[in-house]
């Protein structure tokens, strides 16, 4: 099923991989540029209040401390359209761990003394940090994040659910999340008399770049934004973060490139988290399995710097056939960081929550969850009425089953047992929308037989060089090792950022038309280009963000295998299988590497991963990998992700989908639905550790 054997398609090895395991890729504090000095941020040590006071005295005594910037001296910026980077403009705090000064020194070891050395008085406020489904202060917002509307009602879900054969209703938990990308985020920023130029650590450097602009008031080509290598970023490099503006600050103040490497246990504060989700679920069916309602509300929380919402009700307006339905938010604003983009915003939560419900309704009717799934498969989107583009659910489901052995599965709950553990298999289904940005992108053939493709794309540890490089030799015709990539430069034609799985896609659609139109140059050209080359340049402004009259999702289907000890309450992932149907499959090992690395993520949002709010001090408690849990390797087991074929023209010109999030999208799902057949008791509250099992488990 994967690569055909043509550039596109193929599974070509990443082009910057040999760099990166020679150390040879430069990351943004990896630039040794002369004089460079280091900056440490100060946060908040209160939950609410406002700076009264700070003394920097000793920290300005301090060996190789060169300057303490505060709301009282630090450059002025104009209003963000972001307002969590208004860093060091006014006295106020909104929550812990906000930064109210900044210690620039001619080391990182001088810069993190002198932080240490800063005293901050401040004027506490009262704080509320704690989510409750019922909290009074929640309001049903306008739209979600997305532009998604925050309510929609199809029919009368309310009747239909009380008057139904077969119903569930039940709630359930995800906690806050956050991303630790493997790179901290980091700027090393350095002023030119007239010019700014950034290393920064982002998904999207064309977008840093308008942002600093309009900060610092300065015309965009002014400014250039490096983002050449990133140590990925999962959400929360989406756009400009403070790191970004403190390094600017800094370094117009001191004259000296400055870097800006935020420690690890800063990033849950102030550059986003996965905002957590209260879930209720309420599903009617009639006896053979059909749904007839479909209720899915949420409750999450905000900051009061801006208003974010997880989109987690989202996913059931596009899932399956219910002629009766509600989906609903409820956002409160609390005393918290701001909550932002983490992979999968809204599916990943959203659809743990659906499936696992799903589940529950197979067990209430005594179906195959498989079957079940295929009962309810909708014909058109169930919310917007509009055909799909393409749609292969059933089929992931059917290929999953055959390959994962799930006809040999034995439904009853705690059917299997091997000494004390307990063995179970679960079932979740997957989507992620089709999303696409419009982008430019330059191409150019040189006269020694080679091309340059040129776009500001970023490659955030995906393979994007690679996968654009094969778009432009099949638009080209020619042989992969024929095209060089260019990409991580403001410089370079502006593109859209890395972000909801719409990266390839944009990139690729805007590499793919300035290819074609440089073919068409080159048919119309005798001889060989001229010393310069010959170049053509494409810009799909009007096309990529056109609207489509097709739903236009991936799907997939998740199978997982599990064995839960009656004696510890360890939940151990066996393996887990992955079929998915994204569109043409733009290179089969980078596409591979992103489903099992999603699928690994899920693994983590199931059994390792959460974070809990101090409700005392307002902080989150688990802020490093210390206490806030990834997967190891030892946690980790056989992962297997595949694809159906998927032919689709109603997308871009290669016929792809995103794949960078599908691969986390439910596979919590299945993980939980296989803890459940093996124990037969259901854990309704993320992460399932062994103290939350254990408990349920009578132990």
Known sequence: MAG???????????REGRLKVTGGARYAAEHPLPNRAHARPVPASVARGRVTAVD?????GLPGVLAVLTHENAPRLAEPDDPTLAVLQTSDVPHRGWFVALVVAESLEAARAGAAAVRVEYAEEEHDVVLTPDHPGAYEPETANGGYPGRREHGHPESAFGSAAVRVDVSYRVPPL????????????????????????????????????????????????????????????????????LAAMASRVTGRPVTVALPRRFLPA?????APTLH??????????????????????????????????????????????????????????????????????????????????????????????????????PDSGKPFSSRHLVECLREGARRFGWARRDPRPRSRAEGPLLVGTGVAAATYPVLVQPSTAEARALPDGTFEVRVN??????????????VAADALGVPLERVRTEVGDSDLPP?????????????????????????????????????????ARADTAGQADAESSYARHAFGAHFAEVTVDTVTGEVRVRRMLGVFAAGRILNARTARSQFIGGMTMGLGMALTEGSTMDAAFGDFAESDLASYHVPAHADVP??????????????????????????????????????????????????????????????
């Not at 054997?5 to 990443?14: D, K, N, S, V």
């Not at 999208?665 to 093996?678: C, D, L, T």
Request: hydrophobic residues 40%; aromatic residues 4%; charged residues 20%.
């Open 56 to 60: 920097a005295a000793a920290a300005l």
């Open 270 to 274: 102030v550059v986003g988290h996965r």
């Open 457 to 470: 794309a970023t490659d955030i540890g995906t393979g994007a060089r690679t996968v654009l490089a094969q």
């Open 495 to 535: 593109a859209s950022l890395a972000g909801g799985s719409s990266g390839t896609a944009s990139w690729g659609w805007a590499v793919h038309e300035a290819c074609v139109r440089l073919a068409a140059r080159l048919a119309d050209h005798a001889g060989p280009p001229p010393g310069t080359g010959l170049s």
């Open 638 to 699: 056989r992962i297997e992700a595949d694809w159906i074929d998927e032919a689709d023209t109603h997308l871009n010109p290669m016929g792809s989908k995103g794949i960078g999030e599908i691969g986390i999208v439910g596979s919590a799902a299945a993980i939980g639905n296989a803890v459940h057949h093996a124990t037969g008791v259901r854990c309704r509250e993320l992460p399932l550790t062994p103290d939350k099992v254990l408990a349920l488990l009578g132990g």
């Open 280 to 381: 209720r679920l309420r599903l009617g069916a009639e006896a053979d399995g059909r749904l007839t309602s479909l209720t899915h509300e949420v409750v999450t929380h905000t900051s009061r710097v801006k208003e974010f919402v997880e989109q987690a009700a989202v996913p059931a307006r596009v899932m399956y056939a219910a002629p009766h339905s509600l989906t609903a938010h409820r956002v409160v604003r609390l005393d918290v960081p701001s909550p932002s983009w983490m992979r999968a915003p809204g599916e990943a939560p959203g659809m743990y929550a659906l499936e696992s419900a799903l589940d529950e309704l197979a067990t209430e009717l005594g179906m195959d969850p498989v079957e079940l799934r295929v009962r309810n498969e909708p014909e058109r989107e």
């Open 178 to 245: 956050h991303n630790h990308p493997m790179e901290p985020h980091t700027t090393t920023a350095y002023w030119a008399p007239d010019h700014l130029t950034v290393y920064n650590s982002s998904q999207g450097g064309s977008d840093v770049r308008d942002t600093l602009a309009a900060l610092f008031e300065l015309p965009a080509e002014r400014i250039t934004v490096v983002a050449d290598h990133v140590g990925g970023g999962f959400g929360s490099k989406g756009t400009a973060r403070p790191d970004v503006v």
């Open 4 to 14: 055909t054997g043509t550039a596109l398609g193929a599974p070509a090895e990443r």
